[in-house]
C-alpha cells in the first residue's frame, strides 16, 4: 500500500517521466555512436583493400600473373590482418593465405564478410573478415581481404557496455526516483499530519521546518504564518464573543428591569413614560455600539474608503480642538496646540475626523481622572506636522497612561482596562482608530508619555500636482465610539 502511494506521486510520475526521456536521449546517442563507428571502420577497411589493391594491379602490369603471384606469397608470409587469395574460380590455388574462395564471394563482385579458418602454430579457430573479389585474365580470381575479428570484438563490447550502462541509468534513475518521492511524501505527510492536528482544534500546531529553504520549506513558513494570523483571530474573535456578551448583557438586564419596574410602579402612565424615555436611551446606546461593529468590519474589509480626497489635517484637528475645547474646560484640563500649516492626506475626511475625536475622547475621558498636586493641572496636546513624507499627529495627555504590556491590546475591540467599566463607552474607539488609520497605509502607537499616553498616527504625506477634489470644510456633528 505504502508502495503504492510512492508510485502514486507527482515526483515520482515527474522521475519516471525524466528517466525515460534521458534513456530515449541516451539509447539515440548510443544507437548513433555504433553506427558512426561501425561507419568508420567499414570506410577504414574499404580504403584499407582498395590501396592494396592498387598496389597489386601495378604488380601485375609489371610483370603480369607470374609476378602477381610472387607478390601475393611474399606477402601471405607476413603475418598480420591482410588475407589474399590467387587461383582459380573453382579451387586450385596458385598463392595466397586463403586455401579457397570464400562462399559469400563466389558469385560477384562486389564484397562481402565471410569467415575463414586461421591457424597458428596449433591453436585453430574461425574469424570474420571482409573480401573483395577482382577478375584476372585467364579465368582467375583475386580476393584481397582484411580480418575484422578485432573490430568486431571491439563493436560488440562497446554494444554490451552500452546496454549495460543503459541498464544502471535505469536502476539508479529509478532509485533516484524512489527516493525523492519518498522523501517529498514525507514532508507533505508532516504537512498532512500538522492540519489533521489544526482541525481537530489544536490551533498552536505548527508544521516542522527543515530549515534548508527550498519552496517546501517557504510554503511551509507561509502556512505557519497564516496559521498563526488564524490563531490570533480565533482568539480575538472569542474575546470579542466574550466582551459581547459581558458589554450587551447589562445593558439588556438594564431594560428588562426597567420595564419591569415600571409596570409594577403604581405611579402608573407616567412610570411608563420614564421608563420608556430609559429603553430609548439603552437602546441608542446598543445602536451605537453595533454601529461601530459594522463601521469597523466595513473599514477591514476596505468598503468604507475607497472614495479619497485631499485631506488638510490641518484644518481637521483645529476643528476638533474647537468642537471639544469647551468639554476640556469644563472637566478642569488645559488645551495645547501645535498645528502646521497645510499637512495633506489622502483619505476619507470624515473618517479621519471620526478617528480625532475617538483619541480627543478617550484623552478627556481617561486623562482627567489622576490626582495632580496643587497648581497642576491635566493637559490634552494635539499636534500636526510633517516630518520626511509622513504626516504625522500626536494626541496626548497626562493622565495614568497605559502599561506597555496593554498597549497593543487596547486597539482590539471591546477591550476596556477600567475593570469595572464606570467610565462610559463600549472598548471599541481605539479599535476604530486602528481600523482607520490601516484603511489609509497609515500606522498608529501608544507611546509613554511621562505621564499620560501619547497616540502617534503617522500617514503617508500627499503632495498634489493639480488636485480635482477638494475638501469639504464643514464637520457634520460627530459621536465618539469609545
Not at 64 to 70: T, V
Not at 233 to 252: Q, Y
Not at 315 to 320: A, G, Q, W
Not at 446 to 468: C, M, T, V
Request: charged share 25%; aromatic share 6%.
Amino acid at each position: 500500500m505504502a508502495l503504492n502511494r510512492l508510485f502514486k506521486t507527482t515526483a515520482f510520475r515527474l522521475s519516471a517521466i525524466y528517466l525515460v526521456v534521458i534513456m530515449i536521449a541516451s539509447g539515440a546517442i548510443g544507437l548513433y555512436m555504433g553506427w558512426k563507428t561501425n561507419t568508420l571502420i567499414t570506410q577504414q577497411l574499404v580504403e584499407t583493400i582498395t590501396a592494396e589493391v592498387k598496389g597489386l594491379a601495378e604488380q601485375y602490369r609489371e610483370g603480369g600473373s607470374k609476378k602477381l603471384a610472387q607478390t601475393i606469397a611474399q606477402r601471405s608470409r607476413r603475418p598480420g590482418p591482410s588475407l589474399y587469395y590467387f587461383g582459380s574460380q573453382s579451387g586450385r590455388k596458385i598463392a595466397g593465405s586463403l586455401n579457397r574462395v570464400p562462399t559469400e564471394l563466389r558469385n560477384g563482385t562486389r564484397g562481402a564478410q565471410f569467415s575463414y579458418i586461421w591457424q597458428q602454430d596449433e591453436k585453430r579457430e574461425t574469424r570474420n573478415a571482409v573480401g573483395i573479389p577482382f577478375r584476372v585474365e585467364g579465368g582467375l580470381v583475386l580476393i584481397v581481404g582484411r580480418d575484422i575479428e578485432d573490430q568486431l570484438n571491439f563493436i560488440y563490447a562497446a554494444r554490451k557496455i552500452f546496454f549495460i550502462s543503459l541498464g544502471l541509468i535505469a536502476a539508479f534513475g529509478l532509485g533516484t526516483g524512489l527516493w525523492v518521492s519518498q522523501n517529498l511524501l514525507n514532508r507533505i505527510n508532516t504537512i498532512t499530519d500538522t492540519s489533521k492536528s489544526i482541525m481537530a482544534g489544536d490551533l498552536s500546531e505548527r508544521i516542522t521546518l527543515k530549515g534548508t529553504d527550498d519552496e517546501l520549506d517557504r510554503l511551509s513558513a507561509n502556512l505557519n504564518n497564516m496559521l498563526a494570523k488564524i490563531e490570533t483571530l480565533m482568539i480575538g474573535l472569542r474575546e470579542v464573543s466574550d466582551n459581547i456578551a459581558h458589554d450587551l448583557k447589562t445593558p439588556i438586564n438594564r431594560i428588562r428591569i426597567k420595564a419591569e419596574e415600571a409596570l409594577l410602579d403604581p405611579a402608573g402612565e407616567e412610570a411608563h413614560k420614564t421608563a420608556l424615555q430609559g429603553t430609548i436611551e439603552e437602546a441608542d446606546n446598543l445602536i451605537k455600539t453595533f454601529n461601530a461593529l459594522l463601521k469597523i468590519a466595513r473599514l477591514e474589509a476596505g468598503a468604507d474608503h475607497e472614495q479619497t480626497i485631499s485631506v488638510n489635517l490641518s484644518n481637521v484637528i483645529s476643528e476638533v480642538a474647537e468642537l471639544y475645547e469647551p468639554l476640556i474646560d469644563e472637566e478642569g484640563m488645559e488645551l495645547k496646540l501645535s498645528i502646521e500649516e497645510k499637512v495633506l492626506i489622502l483619505a476619507d475626511r470624515q473618517l479621519i475626523s471620526q478617528a480625532m475625536t475617538n483619541l480627543v475622547d478617550n484623552a478627556i475621558k481617561y486623562g482627567s481622572i489622576r490626582t495632580l498636586s496643587p497648581g497642576q493641572s491635566n493637559i490634552v496636546e494635539l499636534s500636526v506636522k510633517h516630518i520626511d513624507d509622513k504626516a504625522v499627529i500626536i494626541v496626548a495627555d497626562n493622565g495614568d497612561g497605559i502599561s506597555r504590556a496593554d498597549r497593543a491590546r487596547v486597539l482590539s475591540r471591546f477591550v476596556r482596562l477600567e475593570d469595572s467599566r464606570s467610565k462610559p463607552g463600549s472598548g471599541l474607539g481605539l479599535s476604530m482608530v486602528s481600523a482607520i488609520v490601516k484603511a489609509y497605509k497609515g500606522t498608529i502607537q501608544l507611546e509613554e508619555n511621562n505621564p499620560g499616553l501619547k497616540a502617534i498616527l503617522e500617514f503617508p504625506l500627499h503632495k498634489p500636482q493639480l488636485e480635482n477634489k477638494t475638501e469639504n470644510n464643514f464637520i457634520e456633528p460627530l459621536t465618539s465610539t469609545g
